[in-house]
């Protein structure tokens, strides 16, 4: 069960917490994007984004029970331009993957898009990448189009996937 905590705008789940990523978590956060195998933004890319003034959705998830050196368990990074939501990297350390954090850290920056006026959310992921394909779905992406060798090291197309975010009454 999850409940919000909203005096500090985090979701508390038995294992993880979810929060807006700070220049504090940068170091842990390319720490798992390398680890992950993302496309390279690296710590600059990061916090470039994180001092932009408006549109960027940057949340962590942070283990309840660390193991020693380690606090974050994953992150997201995504970005509101006009009524769209781009998610640029998404990514759990192996140690915590298939608990569900990859999922509740795409529902938190869905729900902040949603409440920010957005209509949709976009983001590419690997023609190969079958367990992200998966995860994408199961939070209501189809896939929209192809991007022809969008991706290097190894080069390889993306699919580019959509949903349609629905605004609350």
């Given at each position: 069960?999850?409940?919000?905590?909203?005096?500090?705008?985090?979701?508390?789940?038995?294992?993880?917490?979810?929060?807006?990523?700070?220049e504090h978590?940068?170091?842990?956060?390319?720490?798992?994007?390398?680890?992950?195998?993302?496309?390279?933004w690296g710590?600059?890319?990061?916090?470039?984004?994180?001092?932009?003034?408006?549109?960027?959705?940057?949340?962590?998830?942070?283990?309840?029970?660390?193991?020693?050196?380690?606090?974050?368990?994953?992150?997201?990074?995504?970005?509101?331009?006009?009524?769209?939501?781009?998610?640029?990297?998404?990514?759990?350390?192996?140690?915590?993957?298939?608990?569900?954090?990859?999922?509740?850290?795409?529902?938190?920056?869905?729900?902040?898009?949603?409440?920010?006026?957005?209509?949709?959310?976009?983001?590419?992921?690997?023609?190969?990448?079958?367990?992200?394909?998966?995860?994408?779905?199961?939070?209501?992406?189809?896939?929209?189009?192809?991007?022809?060798?969008?991706?290097?090291?190894?080069?390889?197309?993306?699919?580019?996937?959509?949903?349609?975010?629905?605004?609350?009454?």
């Amino acid at each position: 069960m999850l409940i919000v905590d909203a005096e500090h705008a985090a979701i508390i789940g038995s294992d993880f917490s979810i929060t807006r990523m700070t220049e504090h978590d940068l170091l842990e956060v390319v720490e798992i994007e390398e680890a992950s195998g993302l496309s390279r933004w690296g710590w600059e890319a990061y916090h470039a984004e994180l001092q932009q003034k408006g549109g960027t959705l940057m949340f962590v998830a942070s283990a309840a029970n660390p193991a020693a050196g380690v606090r974050l368990s994953g992150f997201i990074a995504s970005r509101l331009i006009g009524d769209e939501l781009h998610v640029n990297n998404v990514a759990v350390r192996d140690a915590y993957r298939r608990a569900g954090i990859g999922r509740k850290l795409l529902e938190r920056v869905l729900t902040a898009a949603r409440k920010s006026g957005a209509s949709a959310a976009f983001l590419e992921v690997r023609a190969s990448n079958e367990a992200a394909k998966a995860l994408y779905s199961r939070c209501g992406f189809c896939v929209a189009g192809q991007r022809r060798n969008y991706y290097s090291d190894p080069p390889e197309n993306a699919l580019l996937m959509r949903r349609i975010i629905k605004r609350s009454a």
